[in-house]
């Protein structure tokens, strides 16, 4: 399990390695073009539901920590959806892959 920590929060945000590669990728070249978005997330289970949706924007730092040493292969379909979803008014829901079209990054 990744996290992500936002801003000066000392708590990061939990997100699978896999998923949060694909949103690493997504996130940087949003935030390279300075382009302000919001990603939005559903809670785990164990942390009782619920959704929590934070702004992305150039001058927020961003810190993305994963537990697995080895880059895990990148969907390139996830990406694009991931992207396209990053462009419109809701911003980047993170929704599970459900493609196979992996490229290595």
């Known amino acids: 399990m990744g996290s992500l920590y936002y801003g000066d929060s000392a708590e990061p945000i939990n997100i699978d390695d896999r998923a949060l590669a694909h949103l690493k990728i997504v996130i ?3 935030l390279r073009r300075n382009e302000s978005f919001t990603l939005s997330w559903h809670h ?3 942390e009782n539901g619920g959704r929590s949706t934070i ?3 150039p001058s927020i730092p961003l810190r ?3 537990a697995e040493s080895e880059a895990p292969e990148i969907s390139r379909q996830w990406v694009e959806s991931l992207a ?5 008014s809701g911003g980047i829901t993170l929704v599970d892959e459900d493609v196979e079209d992996t490229i290595n990054c």
């Open 44 to 46: 785990a289970d164990a």
């Open 64 to 66: 993305f920590v994963f």
């Open 84 to 88: 396209s979803s990053a462009s419109s």
């Open 28 to 30: 940087a070249t949003k």
């Open 55 to 57: 702004w992305l924007h």
